[in-house]
Every structure is written in structure tokens, then in C-alpha cells.
């Protein structure tokens, strides 16, 4: 079965579609199979047919070696039409360095952390495509003798990982969480851009808004969720375990290894695998109050950190808010991003038939308006 | 000019289209003025023409008196599809009432509260047709000796009104206060369904996701923004000054009058005008940090409240967390919402030729599943 990545391009003079990555190019999947639901500009169609005609399409990609536009004659675009993003913050040691770095002195978890995946809606008319710029935003920020509104000087992004739902459920019908595979199309990468200033000066009592809501991106590459398999891990322990309903029915964590550079520049390599509440886990808890799913409903993990040096998946936690910046190979150094400083995130995963590549996902950063 | 109400309605046997009040009828758009917008399942198409075409609408709307088909033989659906949706926090009663009701002791008013309209993104893909029944959502409550999942037994509604966005925005560019009428469309009531205990325990420190992502209803009238103009009165003072670009350019408060009745017994009459921030703010606060405006997007007021007794606009506030029910005129008591309760909100507003009917908005509470 096919391990390829989908996505959707535009070669010269042609009108958005989707294709399956083949080497160094695109497998024209309209062309290739003859189905309207490839000439569509998103996923979306196809993502909402579900898990047999998934599967069906799979198995024809991994026959087909053509026609096949190499990469560097295609525009990728955004692969899906988002309808609700909820970011999650689900990595123990994102969670409590947080709360070390931004709240010392208090216990760095809140009490609910370890019973649900927390998480909350982000905006999705600003999930942009990779390579789309990222504009400096403007917001009000803590000041002397009173807050100010200005650029933001502690802009931040959050490396993680977003899965993508393809099948709508019912309102007032939680889904069981063994389901997840018959409702979530597939993972990419996901860059969640933060004002760290604007954030902290907003958050309370309901939570991040405009520090977040300029802009998220996300990788060109849809990983399908299948071609995942064999990358299931257990996650860690779950200290106390999981209420009943967010009990996983098998291993449920992913050994996804990310790649965290700015300029060209590797800072930090952030391991899925380590998440404490896992993408079934999420998807669980999203419907059990009965909120319907629909297509394109995207669950982005949060942060992706470790304990270990060199595993954290933002400037926050990488420089202690800006205080401590990395030194880089070249003798510069890195604090909060700089005007003109270029993101790219990588993602790879162990598949059957090798290394599933998840692409790369970037974005270039402009000054303030 | 027209103060009419737009709707989407369908008769018998007919798929649903934009109509507009008139009297105890809904005037049928497409057929009246030959335009194949209003043959659309929303009012999105028509939204998105911008201030010149709805301008235009209304004129001709106001000289038509047919054909016009009976309000009892229409079903009303929801009017627009929802983009992004995000929910304010403006009324100082309100926020003053919850801070001394949750958090006695403490200060009331978080430090940011007068600074900016604190707000958080609400889940789109559950904003529902009035008259879709509410199920009781279920989720993780504090528990002794831990957490539990089941039924809330805090359900509470939230009196508000949303302004809906018509003309999109362009990625990076603020939107100024000024252009408030060029991109909002209009009003509806809009009712934000509570489960507080699920709610106070997932708050911190990402704000209410669960608790309030089941369910948020929407009146089946959206009143034209520029119909209420008449109604335009001064906000209270605000103390401090808004910063220049939260600052408005005229009177930019409502004087809607909203009614809010369970069971058919009216428990309070909220008034609009006494909100902290206005739909204008919250407006310009969205788009400051250069996030883009969809058609569709709705920006909920926050519960509407004041000080005055029986001018509150949920239950939290209406009966201090359920431990002070309401006494109503048959002996019967009222705290938070038992099943088969049912909840009408009606309002009205001033306008040039009498006054501005925004219909109802109602729904009725099921058993937990």
C-alpha cells in the first residue's frame, strides 16, 4: 500500500488539484485515475468519502509511476479547507516548562492538565498555506505606566502536528474513541505562529486569541492516517490513567521526528512520540460533549517538547522567554524571531516500505505594517 | 428604507431561500426581484456583495408588498453559514457578576478587561437553526476523590447578540474602527449554551472550550445593520480611554432590548445599550493583529447584563451559580436548566418606521444521550 503524501498543486497555466507525491514529483491524480474528486482545489471532497474509498485509492497510487509533473515545475497550495482548528497543548514537558518559565514559583501545571486534553479553538480563515509570509502582528502589551498597542517583540512559533478529519459525525453523538481511524483522513505539519507578548497580556480569564489568531500554517503534504500504522507507539505512562471514554484501544502515540530550523539552521529536533495525550485522545474528547465533526476539522497537537536538550519545539522554552537566546554554530544568536528570519519545519516517520516523508512546512517572517 | 429582517426559509416541497419579513409573512426575494442570489441556502452570496448591493436591496425591498407566503407555513432555517466565530466577554455587569460569583475575594475584572475586548473563538460547526434542540452535554467535572465524566448539572444559556461579517478582509491589514458599516452585514439574537461546571474545569489556562462547544443557537432574522441606525446610542463611559484604535468614531452602542423567558415565563430583560464594549470594538480588536475577515464570520457580544435586578442575561448571574433559584409568579423554581426546559429569547430595537422586530431565537433542552 501507498505510503505517498497528497496534496494539491497547480502546474503552468492549470487550476488547483490533487496529487499523490511520487519522488521528486506529482502524481496528477484526476489524470491517473479519471475521478472528478481529484480535479477538486482541496482534499475535502475525497477526505469526506471515507475509509474504503481511502483505502481504494491507496492501494491504486502505489501502482501507478505516472503521469508524474516534477516538483519543482508545481505550486503547492493549502491542501484542505479547514472548518474548525482546536489546538491542543498536550506534551507534558511543553506544559510544565511553560509553567516554570512564565509562572515560577507556583506549580506548573493546572489541575486539570492530566485529566483531559487541554485545548482550545483557534481561528481557521488563518490557516495559510506553507510559504505564505507571516506580517508581524500589532496587539496591546503590558507597559509602563499603562499597556500599549504596537508590534509584537516576543513572536514565537510552535512546532506540532495536525490531523485532519474526513468523516462528519452527528450532533449530539460523542464518537468512542476507537474510532478515530474511520473518521480522521490524515497528519501534517502545523506551525502555530505566537505572540507571546499579545498572548500573555490577553489570556485571562478565556484563554489565547489574538496572540495566535494572525496566522497558522500548515505543511503542503497530507501523510494518510493509515500509512501511519507502523509508526504507532505507546505514548508514556498516564499518571492517573485516562478516564474511561479517553482510554485508547491500542497503542495510540506516533513516532513522528521533527525537524525544527530558522534560517537553515537546525535548533531543535522535537519527538512526537513523547506526547502525553495522544490524536485519539484529542479526537475522543472533542465530540464527548456531543459537538459534531465535519470535514476538515483540524486537531493540532500543541507544542512538541522533551526534557532533553535540543527537543523543545518553540523559542519560548528553547531561550526561557527570550532571556537565555541560542547560540548558534556561526556565532549568532537566536532570542524571539526577527524580521526576515525564515522557518522551516521538517517531519519524517517509520513506514512499511521506509521513511514516510512529511515535507516541509515554512514560512519567511515581514515587518510590522 | 426597509427595517425588514432577512431570513432563509423554505414552504412546502421547496428548498430553502432568502426571504424577507413582512408582517406575519416572509417576502420571497428570489422570486420578488428576479435575483438568483436569493435562490441561495444562505444568505453568505448576498452577504458578500457588500454595503452598495445591500443598500440597494433594501430600497427595493421596502416598496414590495408581495408575494408574500404566510410565516405559519414556512419552516425558518439558519440564516448564514458560519466561518469563524468568536465569542466577546463586553459587558462590565456581566464579567463583575461572574468574577465576584466564582471567584469571591479576588478582584472581579481581570487586568486586561478594561484594556481590550477580551474574547476567545467559539467552534462554527455547532452554531445552530433555532429550534434545534439542545442534548445535554456530558464532560469532566471536579469530583471528590477525583474527576468524573458525565451529564452537566450546571447547564446555563447566555443572552447575547451577534453581528455578522459580510465583505471579507485582506491577511495583514487591520481593519479601522470607521469601516465598521462597510464589512458587517448585520444582527442576530444569539443564544451561547453553558455547561459551567464542565466549563470551570477545563478553563485554565486555554479558556472554555467543552463547555460551551456543543451548542450556540442563532435567531432566524438578521436585522440589517444599517436598519439600526436609529438605534445607535453612547456606550458607558469607558474609564480609562480605549486605545486610538479601539476608539469610535460616533455613538457605536445599541439600543436593543432583548427578553429572556424559559418556559414562557419572562426571568429578565437584558439591555444591549449598557454594554462596556461595543460590536464596533470588538470589530477593529479582531482584525488588529492583521487577521482576516471571512463572510460569515460572527462575533458574539457576550452575555448582555446589568446591574439593575432582573437584567441579567444567564442563569450563573440570574440565580448566583444555582444556589439562590428563582421564585417565579406559579411557586416554581428556577436554577440552572432541567431537562424539557425551554428557552425563548425575543428583542427588539428602535427604528425609523416603528420598531426593529428580531423574531425569536429559541430551543428546548433534551436528556443527556
Known sequence: MSARPYCVFSAEGSAPRVGARSGDGVLDLAEALGDPVFAAPTLNPFMAQGPAAWREVRAAVAGLSGPVVPLAEVRLHRPFEVADFVDYYSSLEHATNCGRILRPGSAPLSANWREIPVGYHGRSGTVLASGTPIVRPSGVRAGEPCPTFGPSVKLDVEVEV??????????????????????????????????????????????????????????????????????????????????????????????????????????????FASMYWTPAQQFAHLTSNGASLRTGDLLGSGTVSSFDPGAQGCLLELTADGR????????????????????????????????????VAEATVLPAL
Open 324 to 359: 537565555e537566546p541560542l547560540r548558534l554554530a556561526d556565532g549568532t544568536q537566536l532570542g524571539y524571531l526577527a524580521d526576515g528570519d525564515r522557518v522551516t519545519v521538517s517531519a519524517s516517520a517509520p513506514g512499511a516500505d521506509g521513511p514516510i516523508d512529511f515535507g
Open 162 to 271: 495536525g490531523f485532519v478529519v474526513g468523516v462528519p459525525s452527528t450532533l449530539g453523538r460523542p464518537v468512542p474513541i476507537g474510532d478515530f481511524a474511520a473518521y480522521v483522513f490524515g497528519a501534517v505539519i502545523l506551525l502555530d505562529w505566537s505572540a507571546r507578548d499579545i498572548q500573555s497580556f490577553e489570556q485571562q480569564p478565556l484563554g489565547p486569541n489574538l496572540g495566535k489568531s494572525f496566522a497558522t500554517t500548515i505543511g503542503p503534504w497530507v501523510v494518510p492516517l493509515a500509512a501511519l500504522d507502523g509508526a504507532l507507539v505507546e505514548p508514556p505512562r498516564a499518571d492517573p490513567p485516562p478516564l474511561p471514554h479517553l482510554r485508547p484501544t491500542g497503542p495510540s502515540g506516533y513516532d513522528i521526528r521533527l525537524q525544527f530550523a530558522v534560517n537553515g539552521r537546525v535548533i531543535s529536533r522535537p519527538r
